[in-house]
């Protein structure tokens, strides 16, 4: 195939070169493109599957080869394009500059005078390659050359590459791939050019500026450190740039001073929010995936988090204690013993036997961790399972075995989470004997939780909050009942609720968040427990395609949950429901009409078989008094009814049901079109390949890189 895009016989160029022609760049660049794509077939045949990919001049096009930019074939005809451009460049020359870093080598060109040398790779902080007119650059080697600890060594290259005198042929390079069309890639590239994720869009562009722009090495490698990333592959001949890394990474200490340059780094991926919070729970970021109810929150999306180093919450919300188990004992085989994960803690207080059950599962199988949510007043539970096992150090501090993070949306809950444990509550669990007097001691002085999460305007149960205010607030409330206690360890406040974008989570930890915490963008993934039908549908939204509707577990108190809107009905049907449901007493008392259109279209069955349905569930949980109640009041009849619409949507939604979609209810927030907005022509546009830790380290990045980029423009107003 190669020979005949080429016109040669490869083999013989790469293995016996008669001619000598690998020194020439129109033929040493299609032979370096084939050997580096063999190599990288051969990792690909090993099952090495890349969470990143980067190249190092030439090699960016085999790196967009091994994201699928582009098939081989494509590939070579390009490669073979650009050697023939820049082989018709002659004149000039490159010179390795090694033991000066940049600022260095531009003071030393300024001093120097010379003005007709760029800097053509920037390969490490004191590594660096030099291209433009040979005179020059002689004699800055020989300038260098003096300088302790310097070596200059010159490239056998026929030109000056990646400087202003590609410039021309850049252009013509620019005409010829404009014709061609690229894929989006199926894993982030580091652009040369910029050092960050190359876009799909700008791939066209970037690669003819990457003819004449510097390659930026060293940033590239930052990125990928400040990104998460501790392990690399190099694919090809040699181990120049394994070597390289291995520098970089030695040297890689985020500084914490504002940076002074725009290159420089003040925050990476890995700094970003408490260190305490992270050391307490054994994190590597501040990053949290909050659980999603019912399952959607899956055991493959918790492992994920785990594995990459940040935590996640198991959606056992609405599930039997069944399904809890069996997703707990699928992580404890799934995941090591150290391994950071947490379940579900969903207040129930027409059901407070559900509570205690899980809580007596979370404590027979250890579990570490709990989101803790809907809560409206402390419960015995709740208090049964922060401080069983608690216990004191030698120096009489506690030793929490157990964590809680708190979602709240209102103050005073969030002052009920901060304190110690209700005295009547401790004092219950005590003669029951499900804490010990000294856990019951503890639980008199300590807080309930350890971590508190403002949760602002999200999808599912919402209260709308705005988290400008209410972030500032909560953390103010913390302080103050922290100094009236005099606790002996920080508690972290955390932001949910709004958070799909860079510039979202910037604002969250400019505030002071301790940690983040995602939901609606993690729904939309291949972890999420949902339908591909709710996920091709999530993956189109937009921040104004979502609403209101009454929340099915709290149907008669008028609690709200934030859904989708676009392609559905459920909003509108739902708040329709509620309307009537406060206007009637009864269902007798609906017009024919109305019932008519709400058993064709809503339940797609009429009233009395819903009630059969409704009548068989309570009866088989032996909830007997709950059709009694039924039996006696009509309007809590009507509400049961009512109520099974909200369980029956959710299942629709969650099995595909594409043919009764208009009914779907799939709990959302704008968050989600603001990351779709986002990620548009970048690979995580595709539902497919936004796994949860993809996105939590592609959001972590981000961030930083947006806070040192507004740190750095701050420091030089």
Known sequence: MADRILGYSIAELCLEDRERRLALTQYAQPAIYFVNALAGMALEQEGFAADFVAGHSLGEYNALFASSVYDFQTGLRIVKKRGELMGTVNGGGMLAVIGLDRVSVGRALEQLEIADVDVANHNSARQL????????????????????????????????????????????????????????PKCPIISNVTGRVLQHAEIQALLSRQIYSPVRWFDSMNYLLQAGVGRIREAGTGQVLTGLWREIEAEYTPPTSVPQSPAGLALNAQTLGCSDFRR????????????????????????????????????????????????????????????????????????????????DLYLKHDVRYVEAAGYLRMTAPLIEFRFKHMEQDDQGRAQPLRHVVAKVSRPEIARQFLQPAPAALVDKLLQEGRLSPAEAELARSHPVCDALCLEADSGGHTDGGNLNVLLPQMMILRDQVMSEHGYPYRIAVGAAGGIGTPHAAMSAFVMGADFIVTGSINQCSPQADTSDSVKDM????????????????????????????????????????????KQCNSL?????????????????????????????????LGKHDEIEKATRDPKHKMALVFRWYFAHSIRLAVNGETADRANYQVHCGPALGAFNSVVRGTPLQDWRKRHVDSIALWLMAETASLINQRLSAFSHV
């Open 588 to 620: 007798d008392e609906i017009d024919g009409k109305t019932r008519a259109s709400i058993e064709k279209f809503y339940f797609n069955r009429s009233f009395e078989q819903v009630w059969e349905e409704t009548h068989s569930y309570f009866a088989s």
């Open 280 to 359: 307490r729970y054994g994190l590597r970021f501040a990053y949290i995936a909050g659980a999603m109810f019912r399952g959607i929150g899956s055991t493959a999306m918790v492992s994920k988090m785990a594995q990459a180093g940040m935590l996640g919450f198991f959606g056992a919300g609405g599930l039997s204690a069944e399904r809890i188990e069996q997703a707990i004992l699928r992580l404890k085989v799934a995941l090591p013993a150290d391994a950071k994960w947490g379940m579900n803690l969903l207040h129930a207080p027409e059901d407070v036997g559900r509570e205690q059950a899980a809580v």
């Open 129 to 184: 390659v030099l291209s433009g007119e040979r005179d020059s650059l002689d004699r800055f080697g020989h300038h260098a050359m003096t300088l302790e600890g310097v070596r200059c060594v010159p490239l056998n290259v026929s030109a000056a590459f990646h400087s202003r005198y590609m410039r021309k042929i850049a252009d013509e390079f620019a005409g010829f791939i404009q014709a061609i069309r690229f894929n989006p």
């Open 538 to 581: 999530l993956s189109e939204v937009e921040v104004q395609d979502t609403a209101y509707a009454p929340a099915g577990d709290m149907f008669e108190l008028g609690a709200r949950v934030q859904v989708l809107k676009k392609g559905t009905l459920f909003s509108a049907r739902g708040n329709k429901l509620h309307q009537l449901y």
